[in-house]
């Protein structure tokens, strides 16, 4: 009897012991995640290259920064309410209303704070030629993708179509991927599809190539009722030569992209993440074209959160902020 205790004892304590290794090993490196985007958008490759330039700071406290692939802006504002993410990436407009608890969040998520604002998230609205769609009215009845559930992208463009007085119901809407709604496109299933991104971005490239297509403005009297009742909203303009058979510049509207991390992350790790960032920004702007708008001095342009404590220490000693 005794020496059967005894080997149950000893189960139980090799047991226990092969349940901690992992989480000694786990705690020899301590891993850190930026929700992103999809792989296919600007998001991801930000994050990839923060998670690069990061690791020169972060080594000797042997914390690793990983880019997560995730739903892009709700979604990610979300991850960073219920803590399953460390950083994220997102609209300003999502941010805020993230933030204070407004339109799809019902509660406000107050552990959302900002690190850094971007660059311009560029409305487009990519239409077949063949659909005859020159205008935000011209979509009324056409096959549309307003963007994925739980993007910033569909947001935009609902707030878009009301301003023209246009509904989803208005059209024969779906909420596809970007990649996915280019691939509609290509094979006759879509007149347009709405997707707030960078200026470039490889799919509206790709569809371009393959269907003839037109990039739809948003301008006039709607577009500027739309930014004064949303003052997230500024003015931009797709220019020409980017996609093929967009020969002259386009005027439409943009919101920033922008980092956020958790409340409770702590000071330190934030500052270094932020300074990292900004001290080899060369490295950053190598992932994508659109990072090269990216500098610290723009880095409060539109920012729609209070600061977190260690971005704020950041931009403090570099004058950003007084």
Excluded at 94 to 117: H, N, Q, R, V, W
Aim: with cysteine.
């Amino acid at each position: 009897m005794l020496n059967k205790k005894r080997f149950v004892l000893c189960v139980v304590i090799v047991l226990a012991l092969a349940l901690a290794v992992p989480s000694v090993n786990a705690a020899g490196r301590r891993f850190l995640s930026i929700a992103s985007g999809w792989v296919t958008g600007a998001y991801y490759p930000f994050a990839g290259a923060v998670s690069r330039v990061a690791w020169k700071s972060l080594r000797e406290k042997n914390i690793k920064v990983t880019a997560e692939s995730s739903g892009a802006s709700v979604a990610n504002a979300k991850l960073i309410g219920k803590s399953d993410t460390d950083f994220a990436l997102l609209q300003n407009d999502i941010a805020s209303y993230a933030y204070y608890g407004k339109l799809m969040f019902d509660k406000p998520i107050k552990s959302l704070l900002g690190c850094m604002t971007l660059y311009p998230e560029t409305i487009q609205i990519v239409a077949r030629k063949a659909a005859n769609i020159n205008s935000v009215a011209d979509l009324k009845g056409k096959r549309v993708s307003i963007g994925p559930l739980g993007s910033g992208t569909t947001e935009n463009a609902k707030q878009i179509l009301a301003a023209w007085g246009i509904s989803t119901s208005d059209l024969k809407a779906q909420q596809l991927k970007a990649s996915q709604a280019a691939d509609y496109m290509k094979d006759g299933r879509l007149d347009a599809y709405f997707n707030t991104t960078a200026v470039g971005a490889a799919h509206i490239i790709d569809t371009c190539v393959l269907v003839p297509s037109n990039i739809v403005p948003v301008t006039g009297p709607n577009a500027d009722k739309l930014m004064k009742q949303y003052t997230f909203y500024a003015s931009d303009t797709v220019p020409a030569g980017v996609y093929k058979g967009v020969d002259s510049p386009v005027k439409t509207i943009a919101v920033m992209a922008m980092m956020v991390a958790r409340a409770d992350l702590e000071e330190d790790i934030v500052y270094d993440v932020v300074k990292a960032t900004y001290e080899d920004l060369e490295q950053i702007k190598k992932a994508h074209a659109k990072f090269k708008v990216i500098s610290v001095e723009k880095a409060m342009v539109g920012m729609s959160v209070p600061l977190h404590p260690g971005a704020e220490k950041y931009f403090k000693e570099v004058g950003v902020v007084k």
